[in-house]
């Protein structure tokens, strides 16, 4: 399984761009990379998938570039309640699973 | 909500106890994924199910054991019980295909004193 590292924390303010980059050098060919969130005392949740190139939903843009060594995830104009923990996550294919690292813990400023 | 249910939410035993955790997954998923959340350790993949089978494990201490029943529920059996093992649990499920999306319950808080 393909390590990741990302910063450990950020902060951010209200209404601002969060770009979360994630490193992983060690990225096999047929991997994802996947993005959780969580907030304190729940369960993660998925936020957003990709292969190459950029992705988009309505929560999040996710941003691989053509190496694949790296991934962005984007959060556009955050609030309050974006505060949270974000996952980089690499693998998933059948038979593996997942390692979560200690994510970015992202706090959002008034 | 996720659709995944954990059940108890809050669980309070003595060292030495044994425990059993339940999980119903989402409606029509087969795999079943368990995690354990402490504040040291973060999120520790222990265990998969898929269809009632063991497909992988993590690090699941041998004090440990879970199963995935015919209606697809899991449960995770915890014995001889340590203060470490005071943590959130979580399962989590996901349709077959989709192999990086899984939605995780609510999670089972366990304090061991």
């Known amino acids: 399984l393909a390590k990741t590292t990302q910063p450990i924390s950020m902060d951010s303010y209200e209404g601002q761009e969060v770009n979360i980059t994630c490193s992983h050098n060690?990225?096999?060919?047929?991997?994802?990379i996947t993005w959780y969130q969580q907030f304190p005392s729940q369960g993660p949740r998925f936020i957003i998938q990709g292969y190459k190139t950029k992705v988009t939903n309505e929560v999040a843009s996710l941003f691989i570039p053509a190496d694949r060594k790296s991934s962005t995830l984007s959060l556009p104009r955050v609030s309050l309640s974006d505060t949270a923990v974000y996952y980089c996550?690499?693998?998933?294919?059948?038979?593996?699973?997942?390692?979560f690292g200690p994510g970015t813990r992202l706090s959002v400023l008034p | 909500d996720s659709g995944v249910t954990q059940t108890p939410k809050h669980l309070i035993t003595a060292t030495g106890q044994r425990v059993t955790l339940r999980c119903s997954p989402r409606?029509?998923?087969?795999?079943v994924y368990w995690y354990q959340q402490s504040l040291d350790q973060g999120l520790q993949f222990l265990i998969h199910y898929y269809n009632g089978e063991e497909r992988a494990k993590g690090n699941i201490l041998e004090r440990f054991s879970a199963q995935q029943f015919p209606d697809l529920h899991s449960e995770l059996n915890l014995s001889s019980l340590e203060l470490g093992d005071s943590a959130l649990y979580f399962c989590?499920?996901?349709?077959?295909?989709?192999?990086?999306?899984?939605?995780f319950g609510p999670g089972t808080r366990l304090t061991v004193l």
């Open positions: 409606s029509g998923d087969l795999s």
């Open positions: 996550l690499v693998g998933g294919n059948y038979g593996q699973n997942f390692v």
């Open positions: 989590a499920s996901r349709q077959a295909e989709r192999y990086n999306e899984q939605f």
């Open positions: 060690n990225i096999a060919t047929n991997d994802y």
